[in-house]
């Protein structure tokens, strides 16, 4: 099994593989023939490919829980309720679903494990998340020194894109807190219209930089620090990071869609932003469903 | 004020403040979350916070203890009705399995649980235990018992992944197949061209990259075809009386053969095309899926007992209605065979050929007329083919024009991949506005350029025309690929068949059966276009659906 530091680092030392690619003929042979391009594995390959698997248990039934469980709370034989409810009104509250599947690969995430998203930064910087407050390098659990936010996504409707960057922005001055020597930057395509609507906030913020830029690529560098390249209105820039947050666009939940879909409703995110201070609960064009404002 | 009922779908913070100021008002409140306990404390997201305070606190003893809330951890949404000014919601509450009452917090079932998973309260950073608390600051303990693992679950047909991947790399190739036909006759096919949506989701990306679930699929599969090894025909020792009608041999109308055989019924499958296989035969190219490899898949299909005949179209050779007299039930599986058509004026100008039609023509062997340059209009799989097609029949220059950018493509990245690889050439931000001709031949099409406009609401950017960017592109031939939809023209007017306005069939989504009783469909006249893992999903459903339905006439009439 993997070897678990703490609660958090995981190595992976039975399935260090990399994921195995079919064999292929060349493009030359490709040419006015119709001969199968793609060959599919050799035994080897589909061994290898295979044990990287990680089965996806979940419970297993082994019923070690139970045994220890003195006060015999686990029970395997309760089952799911099928509950009915009427309702004369429905308050809908999205959630926090991020459009991961969206993110360019460019950004690495999943690949390099010091490139994580702006709702992991949330967790780590919990009491309760997976380093209890600490916040960490994935890959060797050492303190970052430098850290920056960037945008993942292409474009946004703009109360979203504003969501994201304020999400970045408490993120930064919770990070100041606990790193007051950290350097600390946010980068993302448009910030000139955020900053002037927030200018009476960000004043306040010491040593937070703020950089109008998009990312061209991503790269790991030597010692695990990710090299960033930036397309910023002076040129191509090199910048360099230990740890990187990708600022990612909020989005609807599947079960949302479906719910607003079912009573005759047309919401997106955007529609959970409530203008300024707001009342906490937003109208809809149906008087008996309301959403509740995201803040 | 009278006392309303009020639910609350989402118990995030702006859930949970809007359930307690319901509550406060003395309305009687529900509090449905998805997770198995409230959610994290979250940061702001439209107003910054002043450093100390921070995390939106959430009061959880107000809410849980609170008369008027009533709290539905863990549970899914399966159904919601709006009707005479009230809602009606059908939730599954799935169960902890810990009892919270008894359950002390000691911790001592997740020491000694050997099972580490994915810890999605903390966003995948770290591992937790299948029995955990999920949200420490909550403290509920639940034990985690998905009914399947996420591959399986994303998968279509809902593939036992694990299981036949463990069963690879323990060496047991032969029952690792049997466990893919278990839900799929069709592993051959499928290992080559399916889009493995699986794949997208394996846990095993949050680790590096995906399990080559696909690759692995036709891994076993190959297995047997190299070593001439029979695949098993396994169907019950005595078939029933009654038959049924397939129209239509693509993968979904042979899979609901497969199945139907399995449940002890023989079909007559009626093929309008010369040969089976549908768009695996006439769409996917040769080289993506060779015809000798799909047709020993076929051949072991048609074995079970489904009997074939081909160059018999319904509507035309045969009718619908006397499938209906002389069969006890019918499955419509005719796909989605017609080309969208471009609207723009020089369509009909010789030269102009639909993506599908080309396909079809290339995949009969016809002599395909490859002089000077092509123009493929779409961004889709099936232009992707065409493309590649067209470079493979050797015409000289091999353009694809699409109307957004490379990133909104819908087709495969794998395949515009090998398609950039093969030299075939993407202009993107173009759309088509005239098909120029001469001699009713065309000669050139006249484009437009195009720019992506604001995003909308939905984060989406639209194409819209830049005025003026008019262009022309000399081209012999133009291959429009931009949709399919079902050719439903052999069902006769008095037949009650329901057609919608996308010229599909509706089916009831658990039997599969029509508006028409007796009558079933799945595949691409269900959905529309769609991938041929869906389609087959669908035709063992539907058989299964058959089935159930021939036995209830059965005995009604007893
Ligand atoms: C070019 C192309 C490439 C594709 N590539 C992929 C891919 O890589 N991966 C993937 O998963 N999916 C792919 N698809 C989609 C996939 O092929 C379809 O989703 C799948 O074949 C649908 O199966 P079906 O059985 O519903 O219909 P079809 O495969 O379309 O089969 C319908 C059959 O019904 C017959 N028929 C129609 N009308 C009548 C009638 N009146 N009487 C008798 N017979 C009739 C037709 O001749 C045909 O054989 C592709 C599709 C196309 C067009
Ligand atoms: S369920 Fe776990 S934490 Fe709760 S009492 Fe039993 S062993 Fe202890
Ligand atoms: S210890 Fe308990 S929760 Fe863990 S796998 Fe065994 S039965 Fe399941
Ligand atoms: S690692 Fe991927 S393929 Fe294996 S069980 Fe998990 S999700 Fe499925």
């Given at each position: ?80 309720d099928i509950v009915e409810v009427e309702a004369d009104m429905l308050i809908v509250s999205s959630g926090v ?158 079960e949302v869609?479906?719910l ?12 959970f ?6 009342a906490a609960l937003l ?5 008996q469903v309301q959403l509740a404002a995201q803040r | 004020m009278s006392k309303k009922r009020v639910i609350i779908f989402g118990g995030d913070p702006a859930g949970v403040a809007a359930a307690l100021s319901q509550a406060e008002a003395g309305n009687q409140v529900i509090l449905v979350e998805a997770a198995p306990s409230f959610g994290g404390r979250r ?12 995390f939106s606190a959430v009061d959880w003893e107000a809410v849980r203890k609170h008369p008027n809330i009533r709290l539905l951890t863990n549970a899914e949404l399966?159904?919601a ?5 009230s809602f009606h919601f059908r939730l599954r509450q799935r169960t902890p399995?810990v009892d919270p009452e008894?359950c ?29 608390f999920f949200n420490?600051s909550v403290g509920v303990y639940n ?416």
């Amino acid at each position: 099994m993997y070897e678990k530091k703490g609660r958090y680092i995981v190595e992976f030392p039975d399935i260090p593989s990399e994921r195995q690619h079919q064999i292929e003929i060349d493009v030359e042979e490709r040419r006015r023939n119709y001969n199968e391009v793609e060959l599919g594995f050799d035994e080897e390959r589909a061994l290898k490919e295979a044990r990287r698997c990680l089965s996806c248990r979940r419970c297993l039934g082994c019923a070690l829980c139970w045994a220890e469980c003195k006060p015999e709370a686990i029970d395997f034989a309760m089952e799911d309720d099928i509950v009915e409810v009427e309702a004369d009104m429905l308050i809908v509250s999205s959630g926090v679903e991020r459009a991961q599947e969206r993110i360019d690969d460019k950004f690495q995430l999943g690949s390099n494990l010091n490139v994580i998203t702006d709702l992991q930064m949330e967790r780590m910087l919990d009491e309760d998340g997976p380093s209890k407050g600490l916040v960490i390098r994935p890959y060797d659990g050492e303190v970052p020194a430098r850290i920056g936010f960037v945008q993942s996504y292409e474009a946004a409707a703009s109360g979203v894109h504003r969501a994201a960057l304020c999400l970045a922005v408490n993120e930064a001055i919770l990070l100041r807190g606990k790193l007051p020597e950290a350097e600390i930057s946010i980068i993302a395509g448009e910030l000139t219209g955020f900053q002037q609507e927030y200018a009476a906030d960000l004043e306040k913020l010491a040593d937070i930089t703020f950089q109008e830029a998009a990312v061209v690529s991503v790269d790991a560098g030597e010692k695990a620090e990710v090299e960033v390249t930036l397309a910023t209105a002076q040129g191509e820039e090199c910048r360099s990071f230990d740890l990187l947050v990708l600022l990612t666009q909020p989005q609807l939940s599947a079960e949302v869609k479906k719910l607003t879909s079912a009573v005759g409703l047309e919401v997106d995110y955007a529609n959970f932003f409530a203008d300024g201070d707001g009342a906490a609960l937003l109208a809809t064009e149906k008087d008996q469903v309301q959403l509740a404002a995201q803040r | 004020m009278s006392k309303k009922r009020v639910i609350i779908f989402g118990g995030d913070p702006a859930g949970v403040a809007a359930a307690l100021s319901q509550a406060e008002a003395g309305n009687q409140v529900i509090l449905v979350e998805a997770a198995p306990s409230f959610g994290g404390r979250r940061l702001p997201q439209t107003r910054i916070i002043n450093g100390e305070s921070g995390f939106s606190a959430v009061d959880w003893e107000a809410v849980r203890k609170h008369p008027n809330i009533r709290l539905l951890t863990n549970a899914e949404l399966l159904k919601a009705k709006a009707a005479d000014g009230s809602f009606h919601f059908r939730l599954r509450q799935r169960t902890p399995r810990v009892d919270p009452e008894k359950c002390n917090d000691c911790k001592a079932c997740i020491r000694v649980c050997p099972i580490h998973m994915y810890d999605d309260f903390n966003e995948g950073l770290g591992f937790r235990t299948a029995i955990d608390f999920f949200n420490p600051s909550v403290g509920v303990y639940n034990i985690f018992k998905e009914d399947m693992p996420i591959c399986q679950a994303t998968c279509p047909a809902n593939l036992d992944i694990r299981s036949y991947v463990g069963l690879i790399a323990d060496g047991k190739y032969a029952e690792s197949l049997a466990k893919i036909r278990e839900r799929l006759p069709f592993a051959l096919s499928i290992g080559r061209v399916c889009p493995h949506p699986c794949e997208g989701a394996c846990n095993r990306g949050h680790v590096d990259e995906p399990i080559a679930i696909c690759a692995l699929k036709r891994f076993v599969a190959d297995w047997e075809m190299h070593h001439d090894i029979d695949p098993p025909v396994e169907v019950p020792e005595q078939f029933h009386d009654e038959k049924v009608a397939i129209i239509g041999a693509g993968p979904a109308g042979l899979t609901c053969g497969y199945f139907l055989a399995k449940a002890g019924y023989r079909s007559v499958c009626f093929e309008a095309m010369p040969e089976p296989g549908g768009m695996f035969r006439y769409g996917i190219p040769e080289y993506r899926l060779p015809t000798p490899t799909l047709m020993r898949e076929i051949n072991w299909i048609l074995e079970h007992g489904v009997e074939l005949r081909c160059n018999t179209r319904i509507g035309k050779d045969v009718t619908f209605e006397e499938l209906q007299r002389d069969y006890a039930a019918i499955f419509i599986g005719v796909g989605a065979w017609s080309g969208m058509k471009l609207r723009i004026p020089g369509e009909d100008l010789e030269g102009v050929v639909d993506g599908v039609k080309f396909l079809k023509d290339a995949n009969m062997g016809k002599k395909i007329d490859a002089r000077g340059k092509v123009i493929i209009i779409g961004g889709g799989n099936v232009a992707m083919d065409a493309a590649r097609v067209s470079w493979r029949e050797g015409f000289d220059e091999v353009h694809v024009l699409y109307r957004r950018t490379k990133k909104e493509m819908p087709a495969s990245p794998w395949e515009i991949d090998a398609a950039e690889e093969e030299g075939i050439k993407f202009q993107y931000l173009v759309a088509p506005v005239e098909v120029i001709g001469d001699n009713g031949r065309m000669k050139a099409l006249k484009c437009l350029r195009m720019q992506l406009g604001e995003p909308d609401a939905s984060g989406r950017r639209r194409p819209v025309p830049i005025e003026g960017s008019e262009f022309v592109i000399e081209a012999e031939t133009l291959i429009p690929a931009i949709g399919q939809r079902p050719d439903v023209a052999f069902v006769p007017d008095d037949s009650g068949l329901e057609i919608t306005r996308w010229n599909t069939l509706d089916a009831d989504p658990e039997t599969f059966m029509t508006n028409v009783p007796g009558v079933f469909t799945a595949g691409d006249v269900q959905t529309g276009p769609g991938i041929a893992i869906a389609a087959c999903a669908g035709g063992r459903k539907a058989a299964a659906g058959i089935a159930r339905y021939i036995e209830a006439k059965r005995r009604a009439a007893a």
